[in-house]
């Protein structure tokens, strides 16, 4: 867990009531932003927010997770108008295709695998039934992954599937702008010029005052008590302006660079994302409704921008609709992302690159967190410090899950992936990988975003398999066994076998009035 930042100076500056919320930046960020606050504290707030149709957004955020959800059943958002207007299909999982030595693809799934029992994690039973050759691939036991292998999804009752989206993000800040503005979010068109600061004590540098205003380039300036930077990774307000720091992962994560294109859809859009590895980063595939999002991360020290893009375009199907876009980014977190008067969210606040789709989810956090730490009659340094160790261990918890898929490889064909294998490692990962390894188990901490099931689905797709498995599987004999683990599999089978197909499935319910559901078998 992070040590929590020291707490900043709340001094008479930080004292004021927070009535004007003034977000400088659009995009996913901070229509996000906007909409979480107008929903619940519009009435109270004057929430106004600046973007300039000259600056474009970064927009490749397109795959993300189930936590997505309760975002949208916190805003009272319709799934069918969202989806209709994002042009979003569904997502299940993540199929990694290569990330082995002998290129065999495995899949991180949602929802769950198997039946716990409270002593042991299911994988320890389907390790005793491998050992004992009655246990299939362990993807067989998960709902989630046999729905999106066969391309099948449907609403189903009781417990159902869980899953998220890919969507258009263009679309999605546009849709986002509209509620928002529905519940009284001001937009501003403007490129800000400067960022204004209120008088502090004699002595105090810039950096040690609250934010007063942001001065647009026509010469407005629009006062705040409370500013929320969406800037990008410009971080023209908490990086700039408070001179907030900023800690580089790039000795653990190496890709830097990232090249982006959008294609016409030449076959139906399938319900998971694909990442597929190359010798100096990967490639990502996201099916849309109509078109799919393309794009290869990778290190720069590793392969030149010309090469990267030539692989890409070699490894797409379809008509280009956009030219290939390149983006730079350094991974890492700022030093706090809470600092005086001024909160920074998605790419102003850190990077980590989309493997796991975390961007989004990233968001989410900020604004809900913000939700619940919001200043009633000034800000506080207790609640700024809260909400910067919160979000820092929510960082490095993703960091340490992203790092997992590089170091723990078989991979010896290029000197990236030989160096990643090498590389030390952060202590709790560390920690993580030793303990699945001698034992199997693995524990979620507290408010961690990925499950036991997570874990164990990457590390046993990257090839680590556990030494032993829990005592508690040997108390079932091989027939026993074979009826736990045959039930499980079946009844899957049965559900799966219910469920339409995905993109029949999505174009009937994008424009039903009611959810079509199929039985749960």
């Known amino acids: 867990m992070s040590t929590t930042p020291a707490a900043h100076d709340a001094g008479p500056d930080s004292l004021r009531p927070v009535r004007r919320v003034v977000i400088a930046g659009g995009g996913t960020a901070g229509w996000m932003m906007a909409a979480c606050l107008s929903r619940h504290f519009g009435r109270k707030l004057d929430i106004r927010l600046i973007e300039s149709d000259e600056i474009g957004t970064v927009g490749v955020g397109e795959a993300t997770i189930p936590t997505m959800l309760t975002f949208h059943q916190l805003l009272g958002i319709d799934e069918r108008e969202f989806m209709a207007a994002t042009q979003a299909t569904i997502k299940l999982g993540i199929q990694f295709e290569g990330w082995r030595a002998d290129g065999r693809s495995y899949m991180h799934a949602f929802g769950t695998t198997g039946v716990d029992h409270w002593t042991a994690g299911f994988q320890h039973f389907w390790l005793k039934g491998r050992e004992r050759g009655i246990a299939s691939n362990y993807g067989d036991y998960c709902l989630e992954y046999r729905a999106a292998r066969e391309g099948r999804f449907a609403h189903l009752p009781d417990e159902g599937l869980s899953y998220a989206f890919h969507l258009d993000a263009t679309l999605y800040g546009g ?33 040690d005052r609250d934010i007063r205003a942001l001065r647009l380039t026509d010469g407005a300036a629009i006062d705040g008590d409370l500013f929320i930077d969406c800037t990008g990774m410009r971080s023209l307000l908490l990086g700039q302006a408070l001179g907030v720091g900023y800690q580089d992962w790039s000795h653990w994560l190496p890709c830097d660079s990232a090249i982006a294109v959008q294609t016409a859809s030449v076959r139906d859009a399938v319900p998971y994302t694909r990442s597929i590895a190359h010798p100096w980063g990967w490639q990502w595939q996201i099916p849309l409704q109509h078109r ?48 005086r008067n001024c909160v920074g969210v998605g790419l102003a606040s850190g990077f980590l690159e989309p493997l796991e789709s975390t961007s989004i989810h990233l968001i989410q956090r900020s604004a809900i967190r913000l939700m619940q730490l919001f200043p009633k009659d000034g800000i506080r340094a207790s609640e700024v410090a809260e909400f910067n160790a919160q979000m820092a261990d929510e960082l490095e918890h993703i960091r340490d899950f992203i790092v997992l898929h590089y170091h ?114």
């Open 292 to 339: 799919v999002g393309n794009g290869v991360v990778f290190s720069s020290r590793h392969v030149d921008d010309d090469s990267a893009c030539a692989a890409l375009l070699g490894n797409i199907e379809g008509e280009l609709l956009t030219a290939p876009r390149t983006i730079r980014f350094k991974p890492g977190q700022r030093d706090v992302v809470w600092k």
């Open 408 to 521: 723990v490889t078989d991979r010896s064909d290029a000197p990236m992936w030989r160096e990643l294998r090498e590389m030390s490692i952060p202590p709790t990962l560390r920690h993580r990988i030793a303990l699945f390894r001698e034992s199997g188990r693995v524990f979620r901490g507290h408010n961690e975003l990925f499950s036991e099931n997570s874990w164990v689905q990457v590390m046993l797709g990257q090839g680590l398999t556990p030494e032993q498995h829990h005592p508690t599987a040997d108390l079932m004999g091989d027939a026993e066994l074979a009826d736990f683990l045959g039930g499980i599999r079946n009844r899957i089978e049965r559900t799966v076998k219910q469920l339409p197909a995905h993109q029949h499935y999505v174009m009937t319910y994008d424009t039903a009035t009611t959810a079509p559901r199929a039985a749960a078998a």
């Open 175 to 207: 849709f986002l702008r509209r509620f928002s503005e529905g519940h009284g979010v001001q937009r501003i068109e403007g490129k800000i010029a400067e960022v204004l600061m209120h008088e502090g004590a004699d002595g105090a540098a810039p950096q």
